[in-house]
C-alpha cells in the first residue's frame, strides 16, 4: 500500500482520480453511516415512514423529555433561526428554575451547507422577541460565543442539547466544547442527523475523540433525521 502511494505521487497518477474523489467520498460515507444506523437498539425508529416531514422533530422532542417536563433542566438550542423550536421549549418545560439558551448568529449558514449557500437562513442579524426572563440568546458565531459563555456557566441541572447547526464543523465544535460538561441523563438532539458529512461525520469524529464519554442513542423519526441520544456517562 505504501508503495502504490509513492507511486501515484511520484507519477503524478493521482490526478487521475480526483474527477471522482466526491462521488467516491459521497458513497463511503453514505455506507459508513447506513452501517452505523443499522447497529443501534433504538427504543423507537419510525424507518421507513414515507409521510415523514421535517415537523416531526416534535416528536423527537415529545418522546425524550418523558416525564422530566417539570425538572428544572438547562436547554442549550445551537442554530435558533427564527425561535420556533425555542419557543416550543419554553412553552413545554415550565419549571421556574429551568433555564434556556440560545446560540445562533442570526446572519445564516457561515459557510455552504450542500446546495444551500452560505447566509441561507438569515434574519439580518435580528434575534426573535423574548419575553420570558429564563430564556436567553447569545449571538454570533459558536466559535466566539460558547467558550466566553461556558466561562461563567455553572449549574448541576440535567441538560438537554438540541443540535440544529446542520453543519459538520459547527456540529463538531458545539460537541467538543460541551462534552466536559455532559453528565449522566443529559440527552442530546440531533436535527439533521441524516447527513453523512455533516451532523453524522461530526458525531463519529467526536466519539473517537472522546472514546470515554459513554452516549446511547435511544430514539429516531423522519427516516433518521431526528436522533435523539442519552449520556450514560461522562467523562
Known amino acids: 500500500m505504501h508503495l502504490l502511494k509513492f507511486f501515484l505521487l511520484k507519477t503524478g497518477l493521482y490526478r487521475l482520480l480526483r474527477p471522482f474523489e466526491g462521488l467516491m467520498s459521497k458513497a463511503a460515507a453514505y455506507s459508513e453511516m447506513c452501517n452505523w444506523l443499522r447497529q443501534q437498539p433504538f427504543e423507537v425508529n419510525d424507518f421507513f415512514n414515507p409521510k415523514a416531514t421535517h415537523a416531526d422533530h416534535y416528536k423527537l422532542f415529545e418522546y425524550a423529555t418523558g416525564n ?3 425538572e428544572p433542566i438547562d436547554y442549550f438550542e445551537f442554530g435558533v433561526d427564527d425561535g420556533e423550536t425555542f419557543y416550543w421549549w419554553l ?10 439558551f440560545g446560540f445562533d ?11 444551500l449557500k452560505k447566509g441561507t437562513f438569515s434574519h439580518g442579524g435580528q434575534m426573535p422577541a423574548l419575553n420570558d426572563p429564563r430564556a436567553q440568546f447569545v449571538k454570533g458565531l459558536f466559535q466566539e460565543t460558547l467558550h466566553t459563555f461556558l466561562q461563567t456557566y455553572r449549574s448541576g441541572n440535567r441538560k438537554i442539547l ?3 447547526a446542520d453543519l459538520y464543523s459547527s456540529t463538531l ?4 466544547t460541551m462534552a466536559p460538561y455532559l453528565r449522566s441523563g443529559d440527552l442530546i438532539l440531533f436535527d439533521e ?10 458525531w463519529v469524529d467526536f466519539q473517537k475523540a472522546y472514546p470515554h464519554l459513554k452516549i446511547q442513542p435511544f430514539v ?6 431526528f436522533i435523539g441520544m442519552k449520556v450514560v456517562e461522562g467523562i
Open 91 to 100: 412553552q413545554q418545560l415550565k419549571h421556574p428554575d429551568a433555564r434556556f
Open 173 to 176: 465544535f458545539v460537541l467538543t
Open 220 to 225: 429516531s423519526f423522519g427516516n433518521y433525521n
Open 162 to 164: 438540541f443540535l440544529d
Open 105 to 115: 448568529s442570526f446572519e445564516g449558514l457561515p459557510e455552504d451547507w450542500g446546495v
Open 193 to 202: 442527523f441524516f447527513a453523512p458529512r455533516h451532523e453524522f461525520k461530526a
Open 68 to 70: 422530566c417536563k417539570q
